[in-house]
C-alpha cells in the first residue's frame, strides 16, 4: 500500500483528496497546521500531525517515522485580495514554507510532489480556452507566489531530481457527494458558497461584481471544476510520478464556460430558493473571462471531469450548506464513513 503525505489535508480541496485517497486504498498522512483549515475534515482513517511546514524538524521526524512515497501539497494562504494587502504573509508561508516542505523531502530521499497552483498564474489571458504554455503574468500576489513556487519546483528538480506535477486549478466548487465535508472558510469571498447562503438566508443578497463585462450576459464568465474532479486528478498525478512519469504542469478545469448570472440562475433551480440578487461595480483586478483547457491532462494523466453539469455541481455543494449552515465551526459531525 503507498503511503502519501498530504500537506494541507484539512482543508477544502484537500480533505476531499484525502477521502478519495483512501477511497483507493492509499494509506495518509495529513498535516495541517489547521489554521485555515479543519480538523473535523479528516477522514478518520489518516493519521494526523498538526504542525506547520515551516517547521523543518517537525517534517523531519515525519519523513524519518511514516514510510512516504509522495507528497501532494495544498498548504498555502490562497485568499487573493489579502495577499495584496500583506504579501510578506504570502511570501512567508506559500514560498517560504514550500521551500522547507521540499528541503525536508530532499534530505529523506522522498521524491515526488504533487502541487496545487492556480489559474491566478495567468492573469488577465489573452485568449480563451487557456492552454498551459499560453502567458503567465499575474495580477496579484497569490498567482505570483504559486508561480514562483511552479519556478522553484522546476529548479529542485533539474538539481536534485525531485519530481512534480503541478496543477493550475480553475474555480473549484462541489462537494463530497456524502455531505459530510464540503467548502468552509471563516472569511467566504467565494460565489457559489455565498449564493447558496443567501438561498439559506444566511446573507440578504448576493452582489454581482459587473455587470458590463464583455461576455454573453455582461457578467464575468468561469470555469467551475467540482472538487471530487480535482480530487482524482491528484491520485492520477501521484501515481503518473510514482510509475516514473516526467515532471509536468496542467490545467484542471470543466472546461464549460459559466457566468455569475447562470449560476445565481442555476443555485434558484437547485434549490428551489429565492435568491435576491445587487448589481455593484466590479471587483478589483477580476478578469473577465478564464476558462481551462484540460486536454494536456486528459492526454498525458488520462484525467477527465466527471461532472460537467453546472447544476450537478451546486446540488453537492447545496447538500454540504444545507446539512452544515455553520460549516464545521458549531455542528460536531459524527461521522459513519
Ligand atoms: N463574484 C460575484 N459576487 C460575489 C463573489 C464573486 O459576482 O459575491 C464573482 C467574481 O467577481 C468572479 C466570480 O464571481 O467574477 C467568481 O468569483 P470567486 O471569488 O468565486 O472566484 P475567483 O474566480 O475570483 O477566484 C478563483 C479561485 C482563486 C484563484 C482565482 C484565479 O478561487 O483561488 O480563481 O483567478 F486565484
Not at 472558510?185 to 449564493?195: D, G, K, R
Not at 446540488?315 to 454540504?320: G, Q, R
Amino acid at each position: 500500500m503507498k503511503n502519501v503525505l498530504v500537506v494541507g489535508g484539512a482543508g477544502y480541496i484537500g480533505s476531499h483528496t484525502v477521502f478519495e485517497l483512501i477511497e483507493n486504498d492509499f494509506s495518509v498522512v495529513v498535516v495541517d497546521d489547521l489554521s485555515t483549515g479543519f480538523e473535523k475534515a479528516i477522514h478518520k482513517d489518516a493519521k494526523f500531525y498538526k504542525g506547520n511546514i515551516k517547521d523543518e524538524e517537525f517534517l523531519n521526524e515525519i519523513f524519518k517515522k511514516e514510510k512516504i512515497d509522495g507528497v501532494i501539497h495544498f498548504a498555502a494562504f490562497s485568499q487573493v485580495g489579502e495577499s495584496v494587502l500583506n504579501p510578506l504573509k504570502y511570501y512567508e508561508n506559500n514560498v517560504y514554507g514550500t521551500m522547507c516542505l521540499l528541503k525536508s523531502m530532499i534530505k529523506n530521499n522522498v521524491n515526488n510532489i504533487v502541487f496545487s497552483s492556480t489559474a491566478a498564474v495567468y492573469g488577465e489571458p489573452k485568449k480563451v480556452p487557456i492552454e498551459e504554455t499560453d502567458e503567465k503574468s499575474p495580477t496579484n500576489c497569490y498567482g505570483e507566489t504559486k508561480l514562483a513556487i511552479e519556478n522553484m519546483l522546476k529548479w529542485f528538480n533539474n538539481a536534485y531530481g525531485l519530481n512534480h506535477v503541478c496543477f493550475r486549478y480553475f474555480n473549484a466548487a462541489g462537494a463530497h457527494k456524502s455531505g459530510l465535508i464540503g467548502e468552509a472558510h471563516s472569511f467566504e469571498t467565494h460565489l457559489i458558497p455565498l449564493v447558496l447562503k443567501v438561498a439559506l438566508k444566511q446573507k440578504d443578497y448576493i452582489s454581482i461584481f459587473g455587470t458590463d463585462y464583455n461576455t454573453k450576459d455582461k457578467t464575468a464568465v468561469r470555469d467551475y471544476v467540482h472538487v471530487q474532479d480535482l480530487a482524482t486528478a491528484h491520485i492520477k498525478a501521484l501515481e503518473y510520478l510514482i510509475n516514473g512519469g516526467k515532471s509536468d504542469v496542467f490545467n484542471l478545469g470543466s472546461g464549460i464556460p459559466c457566468s455569475v448570472r447562470e449560476i445565481i440562475n442555476a443555485a434558484k433551480e437547485v434549490t428551489g430558493l429565492n435568491i435576491p440578487v445587487k448589481e455593484e461595480k466590479r471587483r478589483e483586478g477580476d478578469p473577465s473571462i478564464l476558462t481551462a483547457s484540460f486536454l494536456k491532462a486528459k492526454k498525458v494523466l488520462n484525467w477527465e471531469p466527471k461532472h460537467k453539469n453546472i447544476k450537478e455541481i451546486i446540488e453537492s455543494a447545496y447538500l454540504w450548506h444545507k446539512n452544515n449552515p455553520e460549516g464545521y465551526v458549531v455542528k460536531a459531525m459524527s461521522i459513519n464513513y
